[in-house]
């Protein structure tokens, strides 16, 4: 298996940084990016992982970053927001805000790699989409789902577009995963924080919620050599929530 040079984005906690440590366990060179640095630490101190603060809504940020990082073979995009609402319930700067997270820097990323990759005949983008997408109408989640939609179709038109120049792009599309996103959503959303959830167990087939370590396991499959001929692909990880 050849090393990789691997770029993740919102690898402070949760699925970010379980994807982080999986590609550095599995012998890949990693550069685990957040906003805040302090959730940064412990990768470096517990796992030798390079880490870098970066806000990826910061165009200027993410080119110059960029710019110093060099080569980069992998993108793992796991920056996220997951807005709670029907359309009648997103305000203009809702949807905004959640463009501006979900899908722009993407776009930006892509951007930013992409040419590098075009000119070694090589790369990897890995963007993290979601069941709520355009796989599966969710209920509450008009700007998630809308801006997870775009992350599908933004991979896929890369995916189409550069396939003859060794570059792939694939999306995960995790259902309901235990992170501490998904813990801070449930304390919001009322004072039962035990039923709360219970209800996004029970929405699961499995009878249980995903756990990070198993989004991170198909990252590091889609980042390595083995996965050379999938691309273009949005691959449902969700215990049967889509079935």
């Given at each position: 298996m050849s090393t990789k040079r691997c770029f993740v984005t919102a690898a402070g906690q949760g699925i970010g940084r379980a994807i982080a440590i999986g590609l550095s366990e599995a012998g890949h060179q990693v550069v685990a990016t957040d906003r805040d640095e302090e959730l940064l630490q412990s990768l470096t101190a517990e796992?030798?992982?390079?880490?870098?603060?970066?806000?990826?809504?910061?165009?200027?940020?993410i080119a110059t970053f960029a710019e110093q990082l060099g080569n980069t073979d992998t993108l793992v995009h796991c920056a996220g927001f997951v807005?709670?609402?029907?359309?009648?319930?997103?305000?203009?700067?809702?949807y905004d805000f959640s463009f501006d997270l979900n899908v722009?820097?993407?776009f930006r990323l892509s951007q930013a790699v992409l040419p590098g990759m075009i000119e070694r005949k090589s790369g990897s983008l890995i963007f993290i989409s979601s069941v709520a997408s355009s796989l599966k109408g969710v209920p509450n989640r008009a700007a998630y789902g809308s801006t997870k939609a775009a992350?599908?179709?933004?991979?896929?038109s890369i995916a189409a577009d550069f396939v003859r120049d060794g570059v792939r792009s694939n999306c995960i599309c995790p259902g309901t995963v235990e992170t501490p996103s998904l813990g801070q959503r449930i304390e919001d959303a009322g004072p039962d924080?035990?039923?709360?959830?219970?209800a996004f167990i029970d929405r699961q087939p499995m009878g249980r919620l995903g756990q990070p370590a198993e989004i991170a396991g198909l990252a590091v499959y889609?980042?390595?050599?083995?996965?050379?001929?999938?691309t273009g692909q949005a691959i449902a990880l969700d215990?049967?929530?889509?079935?």
């Open positions: 796992h030798g992982i390079e880490t870098a603060a970066l806000d990826v809504t910061n165009t200027a940020a807005h709670h609402g029907t359309v009648l319930d997103v305000s203009d700067d809702d722009r820097p993407a992350l599908i179709g933004l991979s896929k924080v035990e039923k709360q959830r219970q889609l980042a390595g050599d083995n996965a050379e001929f999938m215990g049967g929530f889509t079935i």
